[in-house]
């Protein structure tokens, strides 16, 4: 038996959780909070068989793996039309990623 951590963003928390239920596992979503920059993210706890991690992996690759998303930023109020122009020019942001974690469990029950 093992246990996943997988820290995923808040965006991408439910349909994460979503599929791996479609796939028969259990999760436990938790709110969490990034250390570094102190956002809201998701942790999923999912307890498995051994020989089912590489599958649940595959899942949260699939459905939260890095992405890029073409975006226009929206410009500051007091800027000039000349610098808002520059500033609604397209550009790519990156999306999602997770950070995952297994972990050996050494007793499970459930009573
Ligand atoms: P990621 O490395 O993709 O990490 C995303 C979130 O995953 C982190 O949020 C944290 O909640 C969790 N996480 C990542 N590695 C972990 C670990 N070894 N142990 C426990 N939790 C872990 P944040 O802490 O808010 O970090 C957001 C992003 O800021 C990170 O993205 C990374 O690109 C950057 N970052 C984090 N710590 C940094 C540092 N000390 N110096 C420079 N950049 C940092």
Redo the contacts with the bound molecule.
């Keep these: 038996m093992k246990i996943i951590y997988a ?1 995923v963003s808040s965006d991408d928390g439910t349909r994460v959780t979503d599929v791996l239920n479609e796939h028969q596992f259990s999760v436990t979503r938790l709110a ?1 909070t ?6 809201g ?1 998701v942790t999923l706890m999912i307890g498995t068989e051994a020989e089912k991690v590489d599958d649940a992996i595959h899942l949260i690759k699939d459905t939260c793996g890095k992405r890029q998303k073409i975006t226009c930023s929206v410009p500051a109020p007091n800027i000039s039309s000349v610098s808002a122009g520059y500033m609604m020019m397209p550009m790519t942001v990156e999306l999602g ?1 997770a ?1 995952i974690f297994v972990i050996d469990v050494e007793r499970y029950e459930k009573i």
């Design positions: 820290i969490t990034g250390g570094f920059l102190k956002k993210n990623g950070t």
